[in-house]
Every structure is written in C-alpha cells, then in structure tokens.
C-alpha cells in the first residue's frame, strides 16, 4: 500500500489511521504546487484531479478523496476500530466525514490556504467560518470525539483544524474545539504523524524559497 | 422515514433514490431562505446547521450530509441496487460521491448560485470549474454512468449539473457530461423528481416574489 501525500496536507488524515492501524505503508512525497512526485515524475499521470491523498494498492488501483480513502483504511484493518463496521453509526461517521470535507476543507480552509485566491473568496469563506465552528463546538461540547470513540472522522478533523494556525483562525473562540484539538494532539498516532510532517513541511517550504 | 428537502436543492437526490427504492417517504419542504419548514416552524430546530437534506427516521433521529444520507437509503433498500454492497466498488461510490460533493457543489455551485457571493468568491469557483468538468467528462467519455450501473453518485451529480442551467454554464463544452445529462433525465425516477420539483420551486420563486 502506497500513500501518495503532501505535508501537512489533508493526506496527513490517512498517514494518522494508517499509524493507527499499524498498517505497513509506502510513503510517497508529493509537490502539489509543481505536480511532481518526490522521484521528478508527473503527478497528474497518479491523479489526473492532481490532489492527495491517492492510496496506490498492492494492485495498482488507486483511491482518492479523503474520505473513501480513509474508510478503506478503517475497513482493511478493523481490529484498530478506526470505524463503526455497520449499522447508523456507520452514517453518522460518513456525516461528519462530509461535514469536514465540504463545510470545512472545501468552504472554508481551501480558499483561505491560497495565496491566490481573490480577497472576495477569503471574505466569503470568511463570512461562512463562524456558524460551521460554532455548530462543531456545540457538538463537541462534553465528548471526547466526533463519534464515541477515535474514528477515521478525527484524523481528518485534526488535520483540517491545524490550518487554523496558517490562517489566523484563534481556536480559543469555540473552548470545546480548542480543547479537542488539544487532547487529538497528545494521541501518539497523531503526535507522530504532525511531527514527522512538520519536519518536511518546513523542507519543502526551504526548497521553495531557495528555488 | 421523512425527508426535509428545498425544490431542486441537493435533496432532490435523496428523492431520486427514494423513488428508485420505491420507498415509502414523507417529503417536507423547507424554506432554506428563511430556515422555516413548511409547517411555519423554525428548520434550526431539525438540522442546526440549517441545511437540506434531512433524513428522519422512523425513531425520530436524524441524518445529515448527502453521501452519508444517500448511502443509508442505498442499504435500506438493497432490491434497487443503488450502492454496491462491498468492495473496492463501494469506495468507488464514495470517492464519486466525495467529488460531487466537494469539488463540484460546494467549490462550484455554492458561490455560483449565491446571489449575495462576493465577485471573487465566483471567480474563484469559475476558475476551478474547467479542470473538474474536463476530469469528470473525461471519466463519463464511454460510460453510461458514474460506476458500472446506475447509483446514489449519479442522483447526486444529475442534481448538481441541473444548476449549470441558471449558472450559466454551457454544458455543450463537454460532450460525455452533456449527454449523460440528457440521458439520466431520461431515467423515470430523475424525470418524475424533477418535474415536480421544478412545479414547487416556481411556486416558491412565485411566493417569494409576491413577499
């Protein structure tokens, strides 16, 4: 299993279950601003979207989308429980799932990531951030998780919320999603795989300037 | 099972599959505008995040979120064969659902249908809308539907591209995307979903004019 990815990207969601799972994985560093993969070759030959993450099996076959990817991770290895096997809390995962992925990543954080989005699109997402943060605070207000337990659904919020931090969102607004943010990060799962990426992050961010 | 739904909003793809089940369901309107159900009470009270769709149970619980609210009535109603049950083919489902979701309704639609979006924000979307049409019409080049039969990602994306029609999108740009528009409107259960939605969103454009 390969899983191509960026740092500190929405990729680090799947590098986290995979630690969870204590899965043997191939990583493979990606440039998604030049579309290389870390040997120089064309990344869109990978994923013709040009996103990570993409899962690359022991087949070939690739899967993308954050959250395919992550309940294929979950569902290959169930002893780590990375989600419920079945029954409405299977959709309720798949909920907040989608609650991260289109209200959060998509909404809020890919505009305000981007250094060349127009002002009016930073405004916008902007304007959309304070209902979809206070709606996960209520939520997460007395619980320790998105579901009962650790799920898939948290390794993509964490990642997700660590871009507060590039994007002057002050987490110290919504107690319980701070609190939650906090208590993710003392996880060893998560320690690591924000450790480890940071690490390349700030690699790719000198190979950058130096280019 | 009740589904709150807004005329020829995202919901209309749960009452595509619905009617594809030929499940027996309630279907309440919501005036998403003013966060009213149709009954005159407050829709904040139902789903806090203040969007359609809305699956009630019949226990009273609720399930938001499109992919996760189409995949629970995929499974209720396994004789329709609208989710493959397992697989690699069920996270094919959800990568479909996920890009559909992501890429084009809240990346594209949402600010492109907004009458009170920045400029930017629909620049933004605009911008991002070429790359996704041409993945997804080189994807659909050779294909009847999204996966090898019909499925809830298809009710999905026949009801996000129905709104190129008042985003002045020209579908003809993409040959495979606009004939899989034409021929899933062919299918009954999308035609009898559209048809009469588009009779209540006139009713309610009507309404909404006369306020």
Same mark, same amino acid.
Request: charged share 25%; proline share 5%; hydrophobic share 45%.
């Given at each position: $299993?390969?899983?191509?990815?960026?740092?500190?990207?929405?990729?680090?969601?799947? @590098?986290?279950?995979?630690?969870?799972?204590?899965?043997?994985?191939?990583?493979? #560093?990606?440039?998604? !601003?030049?579309?290389?993969?870390?040997? *120089?070759?064309?990344?869109?030959?990978? =994923?013709? $979207?040009?996103?990570?993450?993409?899962? !690359? *099996?022991?087949?070939?076959?690739?899967?993308?989308?954050?959250?395919?990817?992550? %309940?294929?991770? +979950?569902? !290959?290895?169930?002893?780590?429980?990375?989600?419920?096997?079945? *029954?409405?809390?299977?959709?309720?995962? %798949?909920?907040? &799932?989608?609650?991260?992925?289109?209200?959060?990543?998509?909404?809020?954080?890919?505009? &305000?990531?981007?250094? #060349?989005?127009?002002?009016?699109?930073?405004?916008?997402?902007?304007?959309?951030? @304070?209902?979809?943060?206070?709606?996960?605070?209520?939520?997460?207000?007395?619980?320790?998780? &998105?579901?009962? *337990?650790?799920?898939?659904?948290? +390794?993509?919020?964490?990642?997700? &919320? =660590?871009?507060?931090?590039?994007?002057?969102?002050?987490?110290?607004?919504?107690?319980?999603?701070?609190?939650?943010?906090?208590?993710?990060?003392? !996880?060893?799962?998560?320690?690591?795989?924000?450790?480890?990426?940071?690490?390349?992050?700030?690699?790719?961010?000198?190979? @950058?300037?130096?280019?």
């Amino acid at each position: $299993m390969e899983l191509f990815f960026a740092p500190l990207a929405c990729s680090l969601a799947t @590098r986290i279950a995979l630690y969870e799972a204590g899965a043997q994985a191939t990583f493979t #560093q990606v440039d998604t !601003r030049a579309k290389r993969v870390a040997d *120089g070759s064309d990344f869109f030959a990978v =994923n013709a $979207m040009g996103q990570v993450p993409v899962l !690359r *099996g022991d087949d070939g076959a690739t899967l993308t989308e954050n959250p395919a990817v992550l %309940q294929y991770v +979950a569902d !290959r290895f169930p002893a780590a429980r990375l989600a419920p096997a079945g *029954g409405i809390e299977r959709y309720r995962l %798949q909920q907040w &799932l989608n609650f991260v992925t289109s209200e959060l990543h998509k909404v809020i954080f890919i505009p &305000l990531l981007d250094p #060349q989005a127009p002002e009016g699109a930073k405004d916008y997402a902007r304007a959309k951030l @304070r209902a979809r943060f206070a709606y996960l605070d209520h939520h997460l207000t007395g619980r320790d998780y &998105l579901l009962d *337990g650790f799920s898939v659904a948290d +390794a993509y919020l964490v990642t997700v &919320l =660590n871009w507060t931090r590039s994007t002057a969102v002050d987490l110290k607004q919504w107690p319980a999603i701070d609190a939650y943010f906090t208590r993710l990060h003392q !996880r060893p799962s998560v320690a690591k795989a924000f450790t480890e990426e940071l690490d390349l992050y700030k690699e790719e961010q000198a190979r @950058r300037s130096a280019a």
